[in-house]
């Protein structure tokens, strides 16, 4: 990882898939890239949702720590990026390391891209290290949650709005939350850039504008 010019830790869904085309189009913004992918579960990612959606974030956290101790030996200029990613479920993963990475081990993490992030589950508004989210228009995933019965549904404050558009229908009380349902039962269904589904590219858009903090190696951390 040394002659790297980023280290991507990419967390995967429950089920251990990566986005390789997402992979791919972080990579040909950052340079030579060497990839770690954390295993934290074996299943469906709803499965891993309910049973421990914390062990996305404890894989994470580890990889994390492990990758910045490795490379405290590594003179300040030659060290390379870290650059976390997560989609769905891994999406959870990622953003437990940034915070982690933040409060314990500042300046280590350069940027985050988190795709697909389940609704409610990470802070709407972020702190410390860059976050971009990413979300598809009609993704029901990013928008699904209890709370929808009595307010509306939001996304992070980050959020970047990705795929196919959609004419928004008004919130209506218990009314969305019902339809909201109804839309998870299809939404890995549809092409990349519909429902749950994310193309690669896009995924990548989340870095725009963001070549200071993902251009040069860091100075110092």
Sequence with gaps: AIEADAVLIAVPTGSGW????????IGERVGRMHTITPRYASTQSWRAFVS??????????????????????VAAQQRPRIILYGQSLGAIGAETA????????????????LSGVPA???????????????ANATDPVT????????????????????????????????VTFVQNSADLLGSLDGPAGVGHRYSGPDQARGLRGTDQTIGPRAASY
């Design 52 to 73: 421990d959606r914390d062990a996305a974030g404890r894989a994470s956290v580890a990889v994390v720590a492990a990758v910045t101790s490795a490379l405290d030996s």
């Design 143 to 174: 928008t699904w949650s209890p709370a929808a019965i009595w307010r509306a549904p939001s996304r992070p404050s980050e959020t970047v709005t990705v795929g196919r558009p959609t004419r928004r229908v008004p919130w209506l009380p218990l």
């Design 98 to 113: 940034r915070v982690w990475a933040d409060d314990h081990r500042p300046g280590t993490v350069r940027a985050t891209v």
């Design 120 to 134: 409610d589950t990470i802070a709407t508004h972020a702190h410390g290290s860059p976050r971009m989210v990413v």
């Design 18 to 25: 990566i986005d390789a085309g997402a992979v791919t189009a």
